[in-house]
């Protein structure tokens, strides 16, 4: 359900809204641990819906007998955002609405064992506000907490500004991206004789692109986004993320989806190999 609130009361609600979020996120990840790359332009359905809206999807697993599995993970999106009038920015009949301003939270944790021993556990915390003061170009800040077991690393805290430019805008393909500074804080568990620092500081360049395209009046989605992330003072350091999603609606409430995700760290932790790929599935609830 969406509901429409405009001027100040809209705005004050949203930063409630977005504080009581990264409350109830902050608990869900605690005692969890993240992906070391996290995409903030994750496929939403209802893109194009002025007021506040969610998503949610999870997976339980329990197993017992011949062979013991737990593996539980939910993800949660919480946002409130306005858009332009449709004569503003607009092309031609059939346009999609531009987005104006866009206040969310995002969160995701995942924990998996078997036999006791566990190989997956990854959360993450993503604040991000978008203000679009042309329809087609406009701002982005954002904050970001991570910690990955498996990655090594105990903490990761990011904060970051940059631009944001609607490069195609029309039905039914998408295209955006955009790039700024982000300011990362890293603290890492050592593996015991490596080299590595334990803790450190870096400045880095994180650009994104992201095309979605929409079959059936929306009723299935493809959407790809791609993050590259060098440090400032040594390129040659640098992350590449890329996302493949889709999106099938079931009803106006569900979907169910399929993402691959792969990952390239040209400098990780010692012990942890450079490219990570996963493929997950998922049931979510809209609205």
Do not use: C
């Amino acid at each position: 359900m969406w509901w429409r609130l405009g001027g100040r009361a809209g705005v004050l609600w949203a930063a409630a809204a977005a504080a009581a979020a990264a409350a109830g996120v902050a608990v869900m990840v605690a005692e969890a641990e993240a992906l070391a790359q996290v995409n903030a332009e994750t496929l939403q359905q209802n893109l194009f819906k002025p007021g506040v809206g969610a998503f949610l999807s999870s997976t339980i697993t329990l197993a017992q007998g011949n062979v013991e599995l737990v593996d539980v993970g939910a993800t949660g999106r919480l946002q409130y955002q306005t858009l332009y009038p449709p004569a503003e920015g607009a092309a031609g009949e059939g346009t999609p609405p531009y987005l104006r301003h866009r206040v969310l939270v995002q969160g995701n944790g995942h924990y998996a064992d078997s036999q006791g021993h566990p190989f997956l556990s990854q959360s993450y915390l993503h604040t991000r506000w978008t203000a679009m003061w042309h329809p087609r170009v406009g701002s982005e800040i954002f904050a970001q907490h991570q910690y990955n077991r498996f990655f090594r690393l105990e903490r990761r805290s990011l904060l970051g500004a940059g631009v944001r430019v609607e490069i195609v805008h029309t039905e039914p393909f998408l295209w955006w991206g955009g790039s700024g500074y982000m300011l990362e804080y890293e603290k890492i568990n050592v593996q015991p004789g490596a080299p590595d620092q334990r803790e450190t500081v870096n400045h880095r360049w994180t650009t994104y692109v992201t095309e979605r395209v929409s079959f059936g009046g929306g009723r299935l989605i493809v959407q790809s986004t791609t993050y590259l992330q060098p440090r400032f003072d040594d390129f040659s350091d640098f992350r590449v993320l890329e996302e493949l999603e889709t999106s099938g609606r079931l009803n106006d409430l569900l979907s169910y989806g399929l993402m691959l995700s792969v990952l390239y760290d040209s400098d990780p932790p010692t012990g942890v190999q450079s490219t990570d790929v996963r493929m997950s599935s998922n049931v979510r609830l809209t609205y």
